[in-house]
């Protein structure tokens, strides 16, 4: 668990300028930490959090602990105030749609057929082992390129399937 004080420092008291996304569960900012380490920081809406008891959220957070290489890692959690966080690993080509939908205007070379095919084969990978492999069986029900991301090297790795 990591204090609510350490992540506002770590994004700037959670700054426009730190957005890297948004979503219908809360806002993802990019964060560092005192020791250098990126990190992305889901700030969960105060109308999801009205209707979460804790416990609830406690036990999302479990669910989101299930490890594997084409999964993103929840790194810890925040619970303070009125404050839910969930701190994953930061992806530093962010998600397969700003790929796919805005490479133009956001000035990205278009992706490659062999990247592509790396990206289809690392996000199947990632639900053959949620819907078969893992300890419980998981049903992502949300899979789409925003819910697929991108790390430094275009290894894809699945988010968003608590």
């Given at each position: ?22 979503g ?29 008891p804790?416990d ?107």
């Amino acid at each position: 668990m990591l204090s609510l004080q350490v992540l506002r420092v770590a994004t700037n008291n959670f700054s426009e300028e730190n957005v890297l996304g948004r979503g219908g569960f809360g806002i993802v900012y990019k964060g560092v930490l005192h020791d250098g380490t990126i990190i992305a920081v889901k700030r969960m809406l105060s109308t999801v959090i009205s209707n979460e008891p804790i416990d609830q959220f406690q036990a999302e957070i479990a669910i989101l602990k299930v490890q594997h290489r084409h999964l993103v890692s929840i790194l810890g959690y925040s619970v303070e105030d009125n404050e839910r966080l969930l701190v994953y690993e930061h992806m530093p080509n962010g998600s397969m749609s700003k790929h796919l939908f805005r490479w133009k205007l956001l000035g990205l070379e278009p992706l490659s057929w062999k990247k592509r095919l790396s990206i289809a084969l690392d996000v199947a990978r990632g639900m053959e082992y949620l819907h078969s492999l893992a300890q419980h069986c998981f049903i992502h029900m949300d899979l789409k390129p925003a819910n697929i991301l991108l790390g430094d090297d275009f290894r894809a790795k699945v988010v968003d399937f608590g």
